[in-house]
């Protein structure tokens, strides 16, 4: 019984489909075999360029002198050269060297400048060349003891932080030595 029905559907469904191409091939109009237009190609030779006439000299000019070529030259020394003023022994380079010579320079900060600047940065210096042996001051210690997950600026950024912290050791890591797993990977819940 099944067989026949399945029989059935097929021979139902090739009718249809034989009925539907021979629609299609009937509303069609005929095919025009396209033709490219004849071309018609004709050399034609065409007629030689007059050459043109040479040219006549330009006349000599009559009587005139030639112009002497203009050359940039400094004057002559009318004088030797002055000898070097003195230098007063406050401005006057030190022949040794080294950081003494900067101080002889008339644009700098000055004697007392120079040295500020020179000097190594103390435990009281507040900046980023602080030596790393002083104790921790006011500001580092607070931002020690300061926890980013409550503070109201970036309390909802945690799990985001979670997250990049785990990718980047991830992609740090040789291998697949630091893989966080699937759920902080896709889900981002580290």
Not at 35 to 64: C, D, F, G, M
Request: positive net charge; glycine residues 6%.
């Amino acid at each position: 019984m099944r067989t026949r029905r399945n029989a059935a559907v097929l021979l139902v469904s090739l009718v249809a489909h034989l009925a539907l191409l021979v629609a299609w091939m009937s509303t069609r109009p005929d095919p025009v075999p396209a033709e490219s237009p004849t071309l018609q190609v004709q050399l034609v030779r065409l007629a030689p360029k007059a050459a043109p006439a040479p040219r006549a000299a330009p006349p000599p000019p009559a009587h005139s002198l030639p112009h002497p070529l203009d050359i940039h030259q400094p004057p002559p020394l009318a004088q030797q050269p002055a000898a070097p003023s003195e230098i007063s022994p406050e401005w006057r380079v030190k022949p040794g060297g080294g950081p003494a010579d900067l101080d002889a320079a008339p644009f700098t900060l000055g004697r007392a400048g120079l040295r500020q600047a020179r000097a190594r940065p103390t435990c009281k210096t507040h900046g980023w060349d602080r030596p790393l042996s002083c104790p921790p001051d006011d500001a580092e210690l607070r931002a020690a003891k300061s926890d980013p997950a409550k503070d109201s600026r970036t309390a909802g950024f945690a799990a985001e932080g979670a997250y990049k912290n785990a990718m980047k050791g991830y992609h740090e890591a040789p291998g697949a030595a630091g893989y966080p797993g699937i759920a902080c990977a896709m889900f981002h819940r580290c």
